[in-house]
């Protein structure tokens, strides 16, 4: 590991001196792209060099452990020293793990209603209350792109753009159905029912990050249809795009204007284009392993909410909490962090294979 570890080391002094020079600084993308991967290096060359520091006392005190006058001294910095060098190397062994490259990204969350009727719109609304509160939180920054509201309350469907720090790395597991198990407003018995609502979140990607040229895209607009107030049909603020080499489509008419719509539809190409890119990649890799965590695939039941029992269980990683009040109402770090723990061992487990 030591090794590995100089050679971090090594990059880092390296992606110092980039940072200085003159030609980087005139190059904002580049400066920002350095500038990025020397501040993901920093928590490790600095918990390095605290366990260099460790290693080195712990040799100095063995050392002494064969002067009959420094011996107790030299053992009880042994006892307390080797305890460091075990957590260190679990720490250092944790920020060793590759990280996913679009976990520092921007997220478009979308929440849709799922089987249950009004029911599943409220609950929708629901999800949407506590992910708020979250994002408020975080300190993130939300704007909703498109909104369709249910007919006694809460949400068919609603679409956010969140912005901030490690969005997509917090909420990516947040992606599948999510169940709801009580008795709904508008349930006159008082039986406890279950309906269902779906999350989906992908990271914003930029055209940097896509091997799209502007010169495979055709443009087309055409008219909106459907809800959204008078000003559907009036103009031609739907946008589609086609990118000619694949025959891939995406459109847009959820925005107010062919501005925004364009944007959407824009982002949307981005991501089957570049999900057909990481296809191959991704296939192959889930051969090798299969994640604690799963894929987020909407067709798979991810967590439940049961109100009668304050319960809220997250089946992927079977964890389950008696504190839904809490959780509604967006306190739902607990379960982030229980299944990023999960994700990580698991990628640990690989490595050390």
Known sequence: MLDKLESIIEKFNYLEEKMADPEVIADMNNYKKISKEYKDLKEIVETTYVYKDVLGNI?????????????????????????????LEEKLKMLLIPKDPEDSKDVIFEIRSGTGGDEASIFAGDLYKMYSKYFEDQGWATEIININEGTVGGYNKIALEISGDDVYGKLKFESGAHRVQRVPKTESQGRVHTSAATVAVFPKLEMEDVDIKKSDLKVDTFRSSGAGGQHVNKTESGVRFTHIPTGVVSESQ??????????IA???????????????????????????????????KIRTYNYPQNRVTDHRINLTLYNLDQIVAGQIEEIIEALQVADNAEKLKEMEM
């Open 59 to 87: 040799d100095t005190a063995r050392e002494m452990l064969g002067d009959p006058e420094m011996k107790e001294m030299a053992q009880m910095e042994l006892d307390e020293l080797q305890p460091q060098q075990v957590e």
């Open 254 to 263: 959820d925005g107010r204007s062919q501005i925004k719509n364009r944007e």
């Open 266 to 300: 824009l982002q949307r190409l981005y991501v089957k284009i570049f999900e057909m890119q990481k296809e191959a990649h991704e296939s192959e890799q889930a051969a090798k392993r299969k994640s604690l965590v799963g894929t987020g695939d909407r067709s798979g």
